[in-house]
Nanobody, 118 residues
Framework: QVQLVESGGGLVQPGGSLRLSCAAS????????MGWYRRTPGKQRELVAQ???????NYADSVKGRFTISRDNAKSTVDLQMNSLKPEDTAVYYC????????????WGQGTQVTVSS
């Protein structure tokens, strides 16, 4: 049993910043990768950023240099700092994790809306 809860979404003007947070609970003693995906209407979920337990990161080309992912292993949380936001960043953002001993199983949060608009 794993639960993920996102927070921090909202409405922001282009060029602004938001910080998304995700808290994991339940059977999470062996979290491997944590990350963020996003989805806009008519699109599949797209990887935004991910981070391993050891701190190795991976970013979508479209967000490199603007977004920063971080995690606190003790708290089982992962954050996404989003700077220089663009209208095309508008999406529902979903927190994701997998477990070291069951890496093929994906766990998802409920999503948090990010809207970038003037």
């Amino acid at each position: 049993q794993v639960q993920l809860v996102e927070s921090g979404g909202g409405l922001v003007q282009p060029g602004g910043s938001l910080r998304l947070s995700c808290a994991a609970s339940g059977s999470i003693f062996s979290i491997n990768v944590m990350g963020w995906y996003r989805r806009t209407p008519g699109k599949q979920r797209e990887l935004v950023a991910q981070i391993t337990r050891g701190g190795s990161t991976n970013y979508a080309d479209s967000v490199k240099g603007r977004f920063t992912i971080s995690r606190d292993n003790a708290k089982s949380t992962v954050d996404l700092q989003m700077n220089s936001l663009k209208p095309e960043d508008t999406a529902v953002y979903y927190c994701h994790l997998n477990l070291y001993y069951a890496p093929a199983t994906n766990y998802w949060g409920q999503g948090t809306q990010v809207t970038v608009s003037s």
